[in-house]
Every structure is written in C-alpha cells, then in structure tokens.
C-alpha cells in the first residue's frame, strides 16, 4: 500500500473547473478517482492504468473530465470542467495493485482522505 494525499478541491459555480492532484508516497500501479455525495454511496469517476495510456470513465463524465498521471512525480490528475452541481462531493483517489484499472472500489487498496468539491447553482 502507498500513501496518498488528494488536494484541489474548492468551492466553484456552476460550468467552473477545478483540477484535482494525488500525489501517491511511492511507485503505483493503476489509479482510480471515486466520488462520495451526501447521502450517497461512493462512486466510480475515472481510471488510468500505470502507464497512463488506458483511462476509463464512469458514463456521466460525458467527456467533461480528464483524468492523467505523472509517474516521474508519483502524481495522478483529474481535471473537472464544465462543473454542475451534481458533481458535489468528496472526491477520493485510489491506488491498486494491479496494471489496468478497475470501476469497482473493492478493487483499491490504497486510499486517500478525499478533497472537497462544491459545485454552486
């Protein structure tokens, strides 16, 4: 398991962008970033395997989203455009041990302690 540490988040209107870091303690396999609303159960966003040439996402991205990795850096990004105010939640990164990465959250071993997302009318 690695450390990871999540920063980005903010408070932005409705059509906004934020861009979200992870910044992982050591080398990491395949990524992930999972969302968690109010109310809600967590949620898959988007995946990137370990070399950053196959991501994956959840359907109501609709190519708002981007999600990339700089190994060199031990970083993960997911960039966030065209915000709406269902995008509001906490937005976790996720690290497993495995090449490719996976929709399912039982799949990530490695968490981190989530950045918040508010997304205004």
């Known amino acids: 398991q690695v450390q990871l540490v999540e920063s980005g988040g903010g408070l932005v209107q409705t059509g906004g962008s934020l861009r979200l870091s992870c910044v992982a303690s050591?080398?990491?396999?395949?990524m992930g970033w999972f969302r968690q609303a109010p109310g809600k159960e967590r949620e898959f966003v988007a995946a990137i395997d370990w070399q950053g040439s196959l991501s994956y996402y959840n359907d109501f991205v609709q190519g708002r989203f981007t999600i990339s990795r700089d190994n060199g850096a031990n970083t993960m990004y997911l960039q966030l455009r065209s915000l709406k105010p269902e995008d509001t939640g906490v937005y976790y990164c996720?690290?497993?041990?495995?090449?490719?990465?996976?929709?399912?959250?039982?799949?990530?071993?490695?968490w981190g302690q989530g950045t918040q997302v508010t997304v205004s009318p």
């Open positions: 996720a690290a497993r041990p495995h090449p490719t990465g996976s929709s399912a959250h039982w799949d990530y071993d490695s």
């Open positions: 050591g080398r990491t396999y395949a």
